[in-house]
């Protein structure tokens, strides 16, 4: 009687997680799959386990059913990976740091965030959740960070922004699309010029995710190449949400699954980490180490990526349409 009770359990877990999974297949479609994407690692997981128990207990042909979609699952994830052979930073090839923070609206130490940046040594900061309070980190680090740009997104959650302590390009140098969630700084590192931008995506369905990155794709397909973008995309990097940002910008994301939020954290809650914070990287920059940091005072932590430059210009890639100075918000 157990034993039939525990086999039905396993056989249900599996037939759920099973269709969560190609469902999430179908975001190019249906902005709801895309909102289930986001637990893809999870529900193969636990479908690789219903499928270890399904062939534990004999029933050959679910368990070779649960494989068979786990395993689809698990090759989705393949934008979270890192690639092999990615260059490290090092014997004169230029390289930068660029931090990645949503400060959270209710961040209650600024100063702390601060503190952590700049111990980072970063050459670069991207920001979310600009508040009137969270401002202060921006002050805090202001002589650190001459070369700036906060742009207005959301009156209760706050804007976007990008510091930087590398000078501006020549030319058109900054972007703001105000209430969109996207702001860009055009700085020189490495002796190149290069658009650093900082994202905050609504949440996917039922929130408008969907209808904001309508809004934007415009917008990103005329900022300067080459681009790099950081953000909260509060979508996984293997997402449809993430896929149309990337190819807006002539960008891939930095492989590795990072963990960087947690849902029903708390004392007695359990929590689902989910990896929402990505660096988006042009053609010819490498990862020589991306990490997970802190986040001090936010319910995000940062991402820390310390990135190799292209040793030589990039040849064959054509540059996106100049904007005009700063972008008149929409």
């Not at 058109?172 to 020189?188: F, K, Q």
Request: proline letters at 9%.
């Amino acid at each position: 009687m157990v034993w039939t009770f525990l086999k039905r359990a396993i056989s249900i877990l599996a037939a759920l997680a099973a269709f969560g999974l190609v469902f999430s297949f179908l975001a190019p479609r249906l902005p709801l799959a895309d909102s289930v994407a986001h637990f893809r690692f999870h529900l193969s997981a636990a479908l690789t386990l219903a499928a270890v128990l399904l062939t534990v207990s004999r029933d050959w042909r679910q368990a070779g059913l649960a494989w068979a979609v786990s395993l689809a699952g698990f090759v989705s994830l393949a934008p979270a990976l890192p690639a092999w052979g990615t260059a490290v930073a090092g014997g004169g090839v230029p390289s930068l740091t660029v931090v990645q923070l949503n400060l959270s609206f209710r961040n209650r130490t600024p100063g702390a965030a601060a503190d952590f940046i700049r111990a980072e040594g970063a050459d670069i900061v991207t920001l979310q959740e600009v508040t009137d309070r969270t401002e202060r980190v921006i002050e805090l680090l202001g002589e650190d960070y001459p070369y700036s740009i906060r742009c207005p997104f959301s009156s209760r959650v706050g804007g976007v922004a990008v510091l930087s302590r590398l000078p501006k390009a020549p030319g058109p140098s900054e972007g703001c699309v105000e209430g969109r969630g996207l702001a860009w700084l055009r700085v020189i590192a490495g002796g190149r010029p290069v658009s650093v931008a900082s994202m905050h995506l609504h949440w996917p369905y039922p929130f408008s995710q969907a209808s904001q990155i309508d809004r934007l794709e415009g917008r990103l397909r005329d900022i300067p190449r080459p681009v790099l973008v950081a953000g909260d995309f509060n979508a996984a990097p293997w997402s449809h949400a993430v896929s149309r940002v990337a190819d807006a910008t002539d960008t891939t994301v930095a492989g590795g699954l990072r963990f960087t939020f947690f849902i029903g954290a708390g004392r007695w809650a359990p929590f689902i980490a989910m990896p929402i914070d990505h660096v988006l990287l042009p053609g010819g920059y490498s990862p020589a180490a991306i990490q997970v940091g802190p986040g001090p005072g936010s319910d995000h932590r940062s991402v820390v990526a310390r990135l190799a430059l292209p040793p030589a210009p990039i040849t064959g890639q054509a540059p996106g349409p100049l904007a005009s100075g700063p972008a008149a918000a929409e």
